[in-house]
């Protein structure tokens, strides 16, 4: 049977001893996904990829033709099947790393309801759900915390006046968050959560309602694309709603 070269694809990626590049397994798995036949072309030594995209004139491997025609690099491939919008189309701001996470912390605490209480309805979903959030978006913060000080650093109150309040504000929001979920020492999770939590919120209003500034959200850590505002207010509402909450219900 002849082959259909309109459904063949050339791809050259970097295969050496000490390095696979994962992008150029990720575009095979994806031209073979598409149905397409393809003809690797390892480059196994640095003097075969510098070579090589010399030759083409691009900078990165791995690249892909298909037709004769150079398509690119792993993102160019996605466009080119219509999975992701062209780069001039795509916007800067995601808040994709938001959804994904209070969809999941949501789905864990009406998990725990289920499992603890036979109901989804429940009080204590709601309570795990605003707590398991803080855990999540103090993580997010704790992967890079120095990039999440220098960012907090343009806005929050407090760091501006106490530099290390930028490094101490995801400790405190995962402690009070972990606290809060095991519903222990309550004492101290529900005034941290209302000292970090109304300081947070009073400089977002400011920084964003009052100054009218447009800056990044630190809400997220340090590389967060989502702008500073509803989210980052909603966040630091959470949890001082959340510290009093837990508070009056202690002591009543």
């Not at 640095?46 to 491997?61: G, L, S």
């Not at 009052?210 to 959200?217: A, F, T, V």
Request: hydrophobic letters at 45%; aromatic letters at 10%.
């Amino acid at each position: 049977m002849p082959r259909d070269d309109s459904k063949t694809a050339q791809l050259y990626r970097m295969v050496m001893p000490g390095h696979t590049c994962p992008y150029g397994l990720k575009s095979k798995d994806l031209l073979e996904r598409e149905g397409y036949t393809v003809e690797d072309h390892p480059l196994e030594t640095r003097d075969a990829t510098d070579a090589f995209m010399q030759n083409h004139d691009v900078e990165t491997t791995p690249q892909t033709f298909i037709g004769g025609e150079r398509i690119g690099g792993y993102d160019d491939l996605r466009i080119h099947f219509g999975k992701d919008k062209p780069r001039p189309e795509q916007s800067d701001t995601s808040y994709q790393p938001v959804i994904a996470i209070f969809a999941v912390a949501f789905l864990m605490a009406v998990g725990l309801s289920w499992a603890s209480f036979g109901s989804v309805l429940t009080l204590r979903a709601f309570e795990w759900f605003i707590s398991i959030s803080m855990c999540f978006l103090a993580v997010q913060k704790l992967q890079d915390i120095e990039s999440f000080s220098t960012m907090f650093l343009n806005y929050d109150l407090l760091a501006v006046r106490w530099v290390p309040y930028g490094k101490v504000y995801p400790f405190g929001e995962a402690l009070a968050g972990i606290l809060m979920t095991a519903g222990a020492l309550i004492w101290i999770a529900a005034p941290v959560a209302i000292v970090i939590g109304a300081i947070g919120a009073i400089s977002v209003i400011k920084a964003v309602y009052i100054d009218k500034r447009e800056l990044k959200c630190a809400c997220v850590g340090g590389s967060s694309n989502v702008p500073l505002g509803f989210v980052s207010l909603t966040e630091n509402l959470m949890m001082l709603g959340m510290g009093l909450w837990m508070l009056v219900r202690t002591l009543a």
